[in-house]
């Protein structure tokens, strides 16, 4: 999407030292930007604070996230909130989680809709507390139709569950004789992941140093340029977007070619 050069230029206007709307080119933005948040907890404990308000001050981080996104004129932005491994933390924080997510999607609407931006799912959200699943269906349902930025998140998922699955639904289609085989090629294959129709991420921005993949979208990123910065994912602002965008149009992407 084209980014509104005006707004843009006023939603940084006021730049730090270091990074500058200028030092990006605006006709390159990548067009899927996708982000392990990541640093929550080690954010709260240096403030001596407990882990939830980690996650309550990365839902702020968030809606920068996304408000920047949507004046940088990304197609896509996803960003991974709950891994399938995620139930396995204490049941308090899940459930601090869950209902973080229900109060957070309810809250934001507002905001999705005058951005106009739509809300997509990647996981599985049958597993989900019945009300984080009925607010999420809301948000799926009142989003549908905008056509601006989608913003994509990612809960309860895991990508070789999301491989297995679709795997399971490309055989039960063999064996109903809807499909041959030979027509299982890679358009196929990606159609039956939960990022059906989007466009694979050019850039993975991974917060707080970490430099894992951890489980996330392992068929999508093959050609994905990645960026990692040791910024704990609640102090992430709109210019740590700008620094990882600059990362990513200084490198050379080849996508296996010359
Ligand atoms: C990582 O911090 C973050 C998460 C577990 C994801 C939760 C994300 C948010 C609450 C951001 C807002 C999202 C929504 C959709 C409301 P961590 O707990 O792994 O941090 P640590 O590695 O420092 O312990």
Do not use: C
Request: hydrophobic share 45%; no cysteine.
């Amino acid at each position: 999407m084209r980014p509104d050069l005006q707004e843009l230029s006023a939603y940084y206007a006021a730049a730090p030292g270091d990074i500058a709307l200028g030092d990006i080119d605006v006709a390159r933005i990548p067009a899927h930007v996708s982000i392990i948040m990541d640093g929550n907890g080690r954010w709260a404990a240096k403030r001596g604070l407990d882990r939830a308000r980690g996650h309550v001050a990365g839902v702020d981080a968030l809606r920068e996230a996304v408000t920047a996104g949507v004046r940088l004129g990304f197609d896509v932005l996803s960003a991974y909130a709950f891994s399938t491994e995620n139930w396995r933390r204490p049941k308090l924080e899940v459930d601090l989680l869950m209902s973080l997510f229900a109060k957070t999607l309810v809250a934001e609407l507002p905001l999705f809709h005058q951005e106009n931006v739509r809300l997509l799912f990647l996981g599985d959200l049958k597993a989900l507390p019945s009300e984080t699943y009925r607010v999420f269906m809301r948000g799926l349902d009142e989003t549908a139709d905008h056509d601006g930025m989608t913003f994509a998140l990612a809960v309860n998922y895991g990508s070789r569950a999301e491989i297995v699955h679709a795997a399971h639904e490309l055989a039960r289609l063999v064996r109903s004789g809807e499909i041959d085989p030979d027509d299982i090629d890679q358009d196929l294959f990606s159609a039956h992941l939960y990022t059906a129709g989007l466009p694979d991420p050019d850039l993975l921005i991974r917060t707080s140093g970490e430099l894992r993949l951890s489980n996330y979208l392992l068929y999508q990123l093959a050609y994905t340029e990645f960026h990692a910065t040791d910024t704990l994912w609640p102090d992430f602002t709109r210019w740590d977007m700008l620094r990882a965008i600059r990362a990513f149009q200084s490198r050379s992407r080849r996508f296996g070619g010359v």
